[in-house]
């Protein structure tokens, strides 16, 4: 059969480092089916899209395909529900499969624009959806995946990169050590897709997967693991393999700052070549790191990050702004730590209530969400009521933040503010609205205004 799996484009894609890196699920679906012997094409819209709408168009890949398949996050829901529509309406005899975490929540949703569901894990049950061995609308496969049985992705599936010589143009190689987090913040959606078991991939399959991509011509590797390190005993049997094939091979992961207290770990870092370290930081207000269950102290976090820089890493601090606890103050004791720890780089979000978590289902139950337009459910944009700010100061807190942490550095601010003008040209609508909320509105519920389904229909 001919399969066509899309990454939907986002309405505004508000951080540029993951524009050109692929989300795994489609290429691990695309390898798993490819060795059943479908023919597969996967598509990343950043780089090349499947629909314009505006000559209603669809890539003719779509035409020639028998299955579409869609990986939906939040904020690219209502693409996937746009050209899945687009889709139904020129190619009715069309099998239409979204999975992906947002469907995962709201399963019935995605419904109403395609022929079927795979909530959670789709590894072990993709085969049958595709073929038709399996028929229920929402497909839930209870089983524990077993990540060994994740083949070596097949990337020359992937449209709209350029292949020479076995070479893609891709500078960082998408590879996976391990799936899952053992710990369960309460603003993340990875113990809602796959749970609180952490799996580690067997290390020699990872080098199996390190060396395929070095023979490809890649000298950098991105590993898409949500906690690297949560197994340091597993973690370290990989990076002493690692570190003895001596390949001239870069690489980046993401990982809790208590790996700071591993000297060994360090040392084993070090010598596998790893260059930095994205770290979830969040905020240095005590009570939000409460707020969001995350489990360490602002001590370990300040005492992490001076390490890992004192030992030569590039550290790339993920931060957090508007925590219950949060004020304006607090806020701005979390930007100026940003630019005082020296970090090497930065990223702010602004708290958004992703579905299925912990956050979502207390913020719906409160009434607290303004929001429900998904295409702004992206970490640039206040969706709910915060308890001790109003909407529009946080939005600029998120601003200053930005402008704060890279104001000595002539590219950085550069590209902040041309993307900070782009920002403001595609939310103006938004800005608008979130204006209505004054200070104090947040008394546990809010009635007073009405919560916006379409930022394209405000105002009308």
Same mark, same amino acid.
């Given at each position: 059969?001919?399969?066509?799996?899309?990454?939907?484009?986002?309405?505004?894609?508000s951080?540029?480092?993951?524009?050109?890196l692929?989300?795994?699920?489609?290429?691990?679906? @695309?390898? #798993?089916?490819?060795? &059943?012997?479908?023919?597969?094409?996967v598509?990343?819209?950043?780089?090349?899209?499947?629909?314009? *709408?505006?000559?209603?168009?669809l890539?003719p890949?779509?035409?020639e395909?028998?299955?579409?398949?869609?990986?939906?996050i939040?904020?690219?829901?209502k693409?996937?529900?746009?050209?899945? !529509?687009a889709?139904?309406?020129?190619?009715? +005899?069309?099998?239409? #499969?979204?999975?992906? +975490?947002?469907?995962?929540? =709201?399963?019935?949703?995605a419904?109403?624009?395609? !022929?079927?569901?795979?909530v959670?894990?789709?590894?072990?049950?993709i085969?049958?959806?595709?073929?038709?061995?399996?028929?229920?609308? #929402?497909?839930?496969?209870?089983?524990?995946?077993?990540?060994?049985d994740?083949?070596?992705?097949?990337?020359?599936?992937l449209?709209?990169?350029?292949?020479?010589?076995g070479k #893609?143009?891709?500078?960082?190689?998408p590879?996976?050590a391990?799936?899952g987090?053992?710990y369960?913040?309460?603003?993340?959606?990875?113990?809602?897709? $796959?749970?609180? &078991? /952490?799996?580690?991939?067997?290390?020699?399959?990872?080098?199996?997967?390190?060396?395929?991509?070095y023979?490809?011509?890649?000298?950098?590797?991105?590993?898409?693991?949500?906690?690297?390190?949560a197994?340091?005993s597993?973690?370290?049997?990989?990076?002493?393999?690692?570190?003895?094939?001596?390949?001239?091979?870069?690489?980046?992961?993401?990982?809790?700052? *208590?790996?700071?207290?591993d000297?060994?770990?360090?040392e084993l870092?070090?010598?596998?070549?790893?260059?930095?370290?994205?770290?979830?930081?969040?905020?240095?207000?005590?009570?939000a790191?409460? !707020?969001?269950?995350?489990?360490?102290?602002?001590?370990?976090?300040?005492?992490?990050?001076?390490?890992l820089?004192d030992?030569?890493?590039?550290?790339?601090?993920m931060?957090i702004?508007?925590?219950?606890s !949060?004020?304006v103050?607090?806020?701005?004791?979390t930007?100026?730590?940003?630019?005082?720890?020296?970090?090497?780089?930065?990223?702010?979000?602004?708290l $958004?209530?992703?579905?299925?978590?912990?956050?979502y289902?207390?913020?719906?139950?409160?009434?607290r969400?303004?929001?429900?337009?998904?295409?702004?459910?992206?970490?640039?944009?206040?969706?709910?009521?915060?308890?001790?700010?109003?909407?529009?100061?946080?939005?600029?807190? $998120?601003?200053?933040?930005?402008?704060?942490?890279?104001?000595?550095? =002539?590219l950085?601010?550069?590209?902040? &503010?041309?993307?900070?003008?782009l920002?403001?040209?595609?939310?103006?609508? /938004?800005?608008?609205y979130?204006?209505?909320?004054?200070? @104090?509105?947040?008394?546990?519920?809010?009635? *007073?205004?009405?919560?916006?389904q379409?930022i394209?229909?405000?105002?009308?």
């Amino acid at each position: 059969m001919n399969v066509v799996l899309v990454e939907p484009k986002p309405y505004f894609n508000s951080y540029y480092f993951w524009r050109k890196l692929p989300l795994l699920g489609n290429l691990i679906i @695309g390898t #798993i089916l490819e060795n &059943r012997g479908h023919r597969v094409k996967v598509f990343k819209e950043n780089i090349l899209p499947v629909y314009n *709408e505006k000559n209603d168009e669809l890539h003719p890949a779509i035409k020639e395909a028998d299955v579409v398949g869609f990986t939906a996050i939040t904020h690219t829901a209502k693409r996937a529900y746009q050209i899945a !529509d687009a889709i139904r309406r020129k190619y009715p +005899s069309k099998k239409i #499969i979204f999975g992906g +975490s947002h469907v995962s929540a =709201l399963p019935n949703e995605a419904l109403q624009h395609g !022929d079927q569901v795979v909530v959670g894990e789709a590894e072990y049950v993709i085969n049958d959806v595709i073929e038709g061995s399996i028929n229920e609308k #929402i497909v839930v496969d209870q089983r524990n995946i077993d990540i060994n049985d994740i083949p070596v992705l097949d990337l020359t599936m992937l449209q709209g990169f350029r292949f020479r010589n076995g070479k #893609i143009n891709m500078k960082f190689a998408p590879i996976m050590a391990s799936r899952g987090c053992p710990y369960d913040c309460n603003f993340c959606s990875v113990t809602r897709m $796959f749970g609180r &078991r /952490y799996k580690v991939k067997d290390p020699d399959m990872v080098m199996e997967e390190v060396l395929r991509r070095y023979s490809e011509g890649f000298r950098h590797a991105f590993f898409y693991d949500d906690n690297f390190a949560a197994i340091p005993s597993k973690t370290k049997v990989f990076l002493e393999k690692l570190a003895k094939a001596d390949l001239r091979f870069t690489w980046s992961s993401q990982f809790r700052i *208590e790996v700071a207290k591993d000297r060994e770990m360090l040392e084993l870092l070090k010598a596998a070549k790893c260059t930095t370290l994205f770290v979830g930081v969040e905020s240095i207000n005590p009570e939000a790191l409460k !707020d969001f269950n995350k489990r360490e102290s602002v001590e370990e976090v300040k005492n992490g990050i001076k390490t890992l820089l004192d030992w030569g890493f590039h550290v790339h601090s993920m931060f957090i702004l508007g925590a219950d606890s !949060d004020t304006v103050s607090t806020m701005k004791e979390t930007i100026n730590f940003s630019k005082k720890s020296k970090t090497s780089t930065a990223q702010f979000s602004i708290l $958004f209530p992703i579905p299925g978590t912990k956050l979502y289902n207390d913020l719906t139950k409160n009434e607290r969400i303004f929001i429900n337009d998904w295409n702004l459910y992206d970490g640039s944009h206040v969706l709910f009521v915060p308890k001790n700010v109003t909407p529009s100061e946080l939005q600029k807190l $998120f601003f200053r933040a930005y402008k704060r942490f890279y104001n000595k550095n =002539l590219l950085y601010w550069g590209v902040s &503010r041309l993307g900070f003008f782009l920002w403001k040209l595609h939310n103006r609508k /938004y800005l608008k609205y979130i204006k209505q909320f004054p200070r @104090g509105q947040f008394k546990g519920k809010i009635k *007073e205004v009405r919560p916006l389904q379409t930022i394209e229909n405000y105002g009308k």
